[in-house]
Each structure stands twice: as C-alpha cells, then as structure tokens.
C-alpha cells in the first residue's frame, strides 16, 4: 500500500495552464494527471492512491470550491491545493476553512506550488497512515469477545479486578485472565494505556 | 374774402388812429435775403407787441431801372393811403435813397428810421432831414482782412472775390481804397467778374498759405444772379483756405468770420429807435450813438478746422456754433440717454456674460457627463477585475509553468529539444494572450476623447465577449452572444457603446444571480431592422416590478443594496447622444428584455462590396 507513488490530480478549465502546469510537475518528477473541470474529475474517480488535487477556483460547471466540498465526504478525502486566477478574499477564506491545504494564485512560483503539493502529499501520507492505524486498531476491539469488552470497558472506568469480578457475577481470576487476553489483543501493555486506546477509539473517524 | 377784410376793416377801425402803432419797413432787397429775416427778428423782438409791422421789399438789385422805381412809389402810396404808418424803417442804402426821392408823394409826415446804411453812404446825401434819424454803420472790409490776417499769421497771400452788380463794384472800389494798409503784409489778389466755376476752381486750388476775403456778389462773369451769401455759401465750400467776409449773414455759410456789426442788432437798434417815436419823442431829442460798432465774429467750427489760435480770438467776440455744448443744451436728456445707454449696456454685458457663463456651464455639464461615462466605467471595471485578473492572471500562470518547466529540463542536462520548443512556442502564444487582454481592457478604460466615427455594431459586441465572458462564468451565468449576419454600421464612440453593453450585461448578470442552472442565462443580440439598429440584452431573471419600470432610467434608482443608481442612466444618456433611445419590457418572474435602438446610420454605412 504505501509503495504506491503519489498522484496529483490538476483540475483546470484552461488548457493552456493545464498543460504547462502538467508540464511541469512532470519535470519536476511527480506524477500528475489533468482534468478540464470538476465534473471530468469526477467522472474518473481516482485509484486509491496517494496523492492531492491542484484545482482552480473557477470553471464552468460546478467550481472548485464545489469540489472540494464533494471532496469532504469521502471516507479518505484528498487534500486540496487551490490555484485561482484571482484572489477573491472570501472565496480564499472559505477554501481554507473547508481543509485546503493552500490557496494559491496564478501566476505561482515553482518553489510555492512544489512546496504546497508537497504538503499535501505529506498531509495525504499523514492520512492515510492515521486511517490505517485506526483501522488495526478497529479490527483488533472487533476481535474482542462482549465478555472481554465488558471487561475492557469497566477497565478504562477506573474499575479494579474485585469490583468487575462482583459488578459482572463472575470470579476475580476469570476477569484477570481476561484482562490478559484482551490486552495481548489490543497490544497494550498497562490499564493507562488502555484508556489512551479507548480515547483514540472514541475520536475514530467513521 | 370780402368778408375776411370786412372783419378785419371792423376790429381795426374803431381805434382812434393816434393810437395805432403801425411800423412799415421798406427792405432793399427781396424778402428772402438772410440779412433782413435778421434783422426783422431783431426788430419784432424790440417792437412792443401791439405795434403792427407790414414790410415791403424793393427787390434791389434784381429788379431796378426807373419805370419799375416810379410803379413802386405808386403801388404803395396807394396801397399806404387808407393805412399809413406811424414810423418807417428804411433798410439798406437803397431803399433810404429811393425813401429820399419819393417822400414828398408818399409818406411827407411819417418819421423814418434809416437802418444798415453805411457810413460812407449818408456822408455822400445831402444832409438828412431831422425826422430821419438812425445809427449808420460802417462795412468793416478792412477790420475784417486784419481779423484773418491776425487769426493766420503765415498767410503771405490774400485772394479777394468781388462780382459784377453795380453793388458789386461799389464793393470792389470801397475794397480797392481800403486794402493799400494790407500791401506790405500780404500779396493781394483780385479775383474780379469771373464765372462762379471759374472762382470756385480758383479757391480750391489754394494752398496753406493763403486767405480769402470777399463780400460775396450779387451778380458773377456771366450774369448769374446770386445773394452774396449764396455766393459767399459756394466759395467757402469750394475754398481749399480760410474764408472772411463782412457780413454777419455769412456765418454759418463755412467762413471763418468777420468783423461786422450784425443785423439783428441793427434790427434792435431801429426797434429801439421806433419805439421811442411810437411812444412820442421827438426824433431830435433822440440820443443815438455815431455809429454801429463792428465786433469780430467767428464760426467756432471753421476755428476748429483751420486750426486757429483760441487766444487769438478776442474776448468780445461773438463765436457762433460754439453756443452752449449739447450737455449744457440738453442735460436732462443726456443723462436720461446715458443713463438708458448704461442700462442697456449692462443689460448687454450682463446678457453677454450669461451666455458666456451658460456655454462654460454647458461645457462644464458635458466635460461632467464625460467625466461621469468614464467614472461609471471604471467603476464597471472594478466590479470586473476579478474576471480580468483572472483572463490576464491565466496566460500568466501558463507562461511562468513554462519557464520553469524549461529552467528544470535544462538543469536536468536531457535533450528535450521538441519539448522546450513547445514550451516557447506556448509562452509566446500566452503573451499574446495576455497583452490583448490588457489592451482590450485600455480601450475600455482609457480616457478618450468622445469619438464620432462609423464602426460596426457586431465587432464592438464581440470585441466585449472576452470581458464579459470570463465575469458570466465567474458568476456561473451562461451569456450567448449573438451578432447579427452582417455588419450593422453605427455612428457615434464605440467605447461608449460598449460601456452601455457593458452596463447592461452586468445588470443581467445580477438579475439571474441566485437562481437555478437552468436560468442563469443572458443573451446579447445585434438585430437589424429596415431602419433600425438593435442591441438586445435578454436575461430570464425575476424581472422588473412595474411600479419599478418607469423609474429604471432615473439617476440614483436603484433596488441592489450596492448600487448607485448611476449605471441605467448613464446608458441612456449614452445611447440618446448617439440619438437612439432605450427602453426595458419585463414580465414578473419572466425575466428582462433591454432594447436599445438607433436609427440606421445612412451614408456612412453599409460597407461597399468591393
């Protein structure tokens, strides 16, 4: 999964900017593909890889602000570089607020545009590997038995082995052995560290 | 008739005849002559009012010789008869000697008063009787040729004009004696019995150094008839030097003067006189004065023309035409008349400066209108900078990739030959892109000044479309432009028919603002009827309220929360100085429909086939 090299997504309605944009992330050894609107983007979603989208503001058709909302409510949402031929103060505000990572206008300097697609990418990167650890951590609770989540959850309350043993009616060695077993589970080590877990768990994204 | 001299034989017989006053004056000459209507004014204004006057007139010298003399005696001995006079005024020489020759049978009683006889003449009668009484003058030829000789100390040439009468020579001889005194002063010469032509060409050959003295004549080389002022009249008009002559009737005929007594004192003097014997005195108990003294008189005219020395002229001196000025004469009038004058001249200048100020304020109004079209297009073009920031921003964002693009492949040492070629053609074709956005928009923003040029309606439609354009999609509004199929000429400034497009696509812009795809749609059309010139902009928005259409052109109506009202008043006054008119049909909810129309531009127009 994370051999994949990153691809970045140009949306753009001239193409005269277009190509040269193209054009020069290619020099420049990244990987980039070109849209001439936000509906051809979305028309040819994008393989799961890692990568961003370098979009222009304004375009026929729904705009890049547009995009970018639509952007949000996928699961694993690219990140956003805008690049506007005009910079409108409340278009740029808005842009911003909904997550870009920049919001640059044209003309831009090489260093600006490479240096903000490069914190896409590592946002992108970022992520992903947020979203790949959650989802281990997901798996490994989802393994565990209601007996040993009960157990858990008592646990991360502040519970000591002889209330869990008595609040759940069953004996105190039963509940240590879970315990064993759920933390060799969850690959925690001591009961506050469980509890970090069960934060994490809490702020999991869906 | 009868009855007339019946009335007047009533109203004046009753008087007792000593109590009637009647003065009969007997003129030498004909009643015409200046001298004696001078003289007779001096008299009438002497006389008391209720003596009567009657006058006869011998007609000397133009009716003479004896059976015309003794027929005369006759004629008023019985014309006098029933009317006699109580006092008799003789004047002149003529009529005392023929008064002399024929008392005894005409008036034997009445007293006589003798008036402008000369001096010279009564020393040569016998003596007078005692009731023939008057003061004898005296021609003052010589007094009169020291006044111009004085008046013209240069003159080294004196010219005398004497005719061909009996009077005449009388003159000519009285001249003759009298101007030896003048002979070391000046040259003198005699112009004598010459044809009036003759001496009028004469005089008017004179030069500066010259002055004329005559007495005038009665009669000239060819027997012509004059009066001497008749004559006296024509020579001073003719005279090219300063005429003088000794007689006061003279002034006013364009000599320069004289010294001479005058006749309407004269007249006064035998007024006086009459009145005296009227009122009973005996003639010898009369204390009269040896003579009527001359006094030097001028015409301040001719002083003026000759250019005379004022100092010259002595204090006593009678200087006639000078009189009161006009102002002193009319002082009243005059300042009414300034006073209108300075009226109607303010009124004029203020009338003047009116219209000076009403064609500076026009000026002004239009220079404003102007400054106010080019202030409303910068303030369009504000609301489109962000749609031509970006057209212009786009070519730039290309050309900078491309460069940098470039700059990385040379760095990276591979032959990319094609590539960079590309690259270059591209930047090239971006910065064409770019500087025609910016010239475009130069034209549109640029101070001109107001053109009055033929162009095509189509073209200047189109030249807009790269503006609009980008601000239609900015705003997500679909604008089709439409030209017409031809190319539709129209007179007038392009920029400011584009500003008015302009005006009116924005306006649809706003107009569809907020609503569904399907409706964000503005189209500009250029029509072309027979005889008119169409600009059409069409938006299907909500439309205009009609308690809103009448008011839409007004200046500072407005229904958007920023809008100064300016835009669809300033288009129309745009559109009607290029004599067109606009107007505005909307349906609620069925969006709006501009169309401006100018009639069709003849004679610039159409472009010919070629």
């Known amino acids: ?206 | 008739m009868g009855f007339v001299v019946a009335c007047c034989f009533l109203l004046v017989s009753p008087a007792p005849a000593g109590e009637t006053r009647h003065v009969l004056v007997l003129y030498s000459n004909h009643r015409l002559l200046p001298a004696n209507l001078e003289f007779e004014a001096g008299l009438r204004e002497t006389l008391t009012d209720s003596t009567e006057l009657s006058a006869e007139f011998l007609d000397y010298p133009r009716f003479d010789g004896e059976p015309y003399i003794r027929a005369l005696a006759l004629f008023l001995n019985e014309k006098y008869a029933r009317r006699p006079p109580t006092v008799l005024v003789v004047g002149g020489e003529e009529a005392l000697g023929f008064l002399l020759r024929h008392r005894a049978e005409l008036f034997p009683q009445v007293p006589v008063v003798h008036a402008a006889v000369a001096r010279s003449f009564l020393s040569s009668l016998p003596p007078l009787s005692a009731d023939v009484v008057g003061v004898p003058i005296e021609y003052d030829f010589p007094g009169t040729i020291d006044l111009a000789l004085r008046w013209h100390p240069q003159a080294r040439r004196l010219v005398v004009v004497t005719g061909t009468s009996a009077q005449d020579h009388a003159w000519e001889a009285k001249l003759r004696g009298e101007i030896s005194q003048f002979q070391g002063r000046v040259t003198v010469e005699f112009l004598v019995g010459l044809p009036t032509d003759a001496i009028l060409k004469r005089l008017s050959e004179l030069g500066s150094d010259a002055v004329v003295f005559t007495p005038g004549y009665f009669e000239d080389g060819v027997g012509r008839q004059f009066s001497p002022r008749e004559a006296a009249q024509l020579m001073a008009a003719a005279a090219a030097a300063p005429m003088y002559g000794p007689f006061d009737t003279f002034i006013g005929t364009g000599i320069v003067g004289g010294s001479m007594p005058s006749f309407a004192a004269m007249g006064r003097q035998a007024g006086e006189i009459a009145n005296a014997l009227l009122a009973g005195v005996a003639p010898t108990a009369l204390r009269l004065p040896a003579i009527m003294l001359p006094t030097a008189h001028a015409d301040w005219r001719q002083v003026r023309r000759w250019g005379i020395d004022a100092s010259a002229i002595p204090g006593d001196a009678v200087v006639r035409f000078k009189g009161p000025t006009f102002l002193e004469a009319h002082r009243n009038e005059a300042i009414m008349a300034a006073a209108v004058f300075l009226l109607q001249a303010g009124l004029i200048a203020w009338l003047l400066v009116e219209r000076r100020r009403r064609r500076l304020a026009n000026l002004a109004v239009q220079q404003q209108r102007f400054e106010l079209a080019h202030a409303a297009r910068l303030a369009v073009a504000g609301e489109l900078t962000g749609a031509i920031a970006h057209e212009i921003n786009q070519p730039l964002g290309a050309i900078l990739s491309n460069a940098d693009t470039a700059d990385l492949l040379l760095t990276s040492g591979a032959d990319r030959r094609d590539e960079l070629r590309a690259i270059l053609a591209d930047i090239r074709r971006d910065d064409l892109r770019a500087s025609a956005v910016i010239q475009r928009l130069r034209a549109l923003l640029a101070k001109h000044a107001v053109e009055r040029q033929p162009f095509d309606l189509n073209g200047a439609v189109r030249e807009m479309e790269p503006v609009l354009q980008p601000e239609a999609r900015r705003r997500g509004v679909a604008l089709e432009v439409r030209p017409a199929a031809t190319a539709v000429p129209l007179i007038g400034d392009r920029v400011q028919i584009q500003q008015v497009l302009l005006n009116l696509v924005l306006n649809a812009l706003d107009a569809v603002n907020g609503l569904p795809e399907a409706r964000r749609t503005v189209a500009v059309s250029v029509e072309r009827d027979t005889d008119h010139v169409i600009l059409v902009v069409h938006d299907r928005g909500h439309g205009i309220t009609p308690e809103h259409l009448p008011k839409l052109f007004d200046s500072f109506f407005s229904t958007k929360r920023r809008g100064m009202g300016l835009g669809l008043s300033i288009a129309r006054t745009l559109v009607e100085a290029h004599g067109g008119r606009i107007r505005a049909e909307s349906g609620l909810g069925e969006g709006t429909v501009f169309r401006v129309e100018w009639p069709v531009a003849r004679g610039a127009g159409t472009p010919e086939p070629a």
Request: net charge neutral; hydrophobic share 45%.
């Open chain 1, 1 to 206: 999964m994370t051999t994949l090299s990153p691809l970045i997504h140009v949306v753009d309605d001239d193409e005269s900017l277009r190509t040269a944009l193209l054009r020069l992330l290619d020099a420049a050894g990244f990987e980039a593909r070109g849209y001439a609107s936000t509906g051809d983007f979305l028309l040819q979603p994008p393989p799961d890889r890692p990568g961003c989208v370098l979009l222009d503001v304004r375009m026929p058709g729904p705009s890049g602000l547009d995009l970018q909302a639509a952007l949000r409510c996928q699961s694993n949402p690219l990140p956003v570089v805008f690049l506007t031929g005009y910079a409108d103060v409340a278009a740029g505000v808005r842009a911003m607020k909904a997550g870009a990572v920049d919001f640059l206008t044209k003309p831009v300097e090489r260093e600006a545009l490479f240096g903000a697609l490069q914190r896409a990418l590592d946002r992108d990167a970022a992520q992903r590997a947020a979203h790949a650890e959650a989802e281990r951590l997901r798996a490994a609770f989802a393994a565990l038995t209601p007996r040993e989540r009960a157990v858990f959850d008592r646990i991360v309350a502040g519970q000591i082995n002889k209330q869990i043993a008595d609040a759940l009616g069953i004996a105190e060695r039963t509940v240590k052995l879970q315990r064993a077993q759920l933390m060799a589970k969850l690959s925690a080590n001591s009961a506050a560290e469980l509890g970090r877990l069960a934060e994490r768990l809490q702020h999991l994204p869906d």
